[in-house]
């Protein structure tokens, strides 16, 4: 039977149930409100740009995660890590409407889309197996530092290999939007999930 990574977090680091949450939570409320703005910094800055910065927060935060030593900190590493995935996630899908002739498009998007797919399935069980493994000790934190060899590959091929483009005519930034969506999310997510232990109402 496969380990779950977060049980194992919780009796780790002695995280309480809201903690864990927000350690789940905290990455995906940061991918979901910046998703929008990372497209928006690839049309502006280039995408492989925009695609390899990205990419290099996310081996900086599965770092900081995968050596966390308090929950504070694990979350402090989940929300950089789900802002470091905005900024990676829309340049793939932007960069082959950019890139493919509208008769190869679809095919390329049918592929991009079952490569993600996978890749999500794969993962669950590749870290639920890794933490049984128990590789050198390190538990739950392997499912974090496994990151680390990939994103070297990523950036030793991604660098002469991507293509640099950007938008045609890039707006810019919602900057307000983007604080107010933070906020607002925020707002939701902290009471419901701190509300049960501290008896709010």
């Known amino acids: 039977m496969r380990a779950s990574p977060w049980g194992t977090v919780q009796s780790t680091l002695h995280t309480s149930a809201a903690e864990l949450q927000l350690v789940i939570s905290g990455y995906a409320a940061a991918y979901a409100v910046f998703l ?17 910065i990205g990419v290099t927060g996310f081996g900086l ?41 509208e008769k190869e498009r679809a095919r390329a998007l049918g592929l991009y889309g079952a490569a993600v797919g996978l890749a999500a ?55 307000i939007g983007v604080l107010l969506c933070a906020l607002t999310l925020g707002l939701l997510i902290v009471p419901l999930v701190e509300g049960r232990e501290l008896d709010w109402p």
Not at 36 to 52: C, E, K, N, P
Not at 62 to 86: F, Y
Not at 128 to 152: E, K, M, Q, T, Y
Not at 153 to 163: E, T
């Open 36 to 52: 929008i703005t990372g497209g928006r910094l690839g049309d502006l800055f280039g995408r492989r740009r925009i695609f390899l």
């Open 61 to 101: 935060t599965s770092v900081i995660c995968g050596l966390a030593s308090s929950p504070a900190i694990l979350i402090l590493g989940r929300v950089l890590q789900g802002l470091s995935a905005a900024a990676m996630a829309p340049q793939g899908l932007a960069s082959i409407h950019a890139l493919f002739p």
């Open 121 to 175: 399935v794969a993962a669950q069980a590749l870290g639920g197996a890794l933490i049984s493994a128990d590789i050198f000790h390190l538990a739950w934190r392997v499912i974090f530092l496994i990151n680390l060899p990939v994103v070297a590959a990523v950036l030793i091929f991604g660098l002469p290999l991507l293509p640099d483009v950007r938008g045609d005519s890039p707006a810019p930034v919602d900057r």
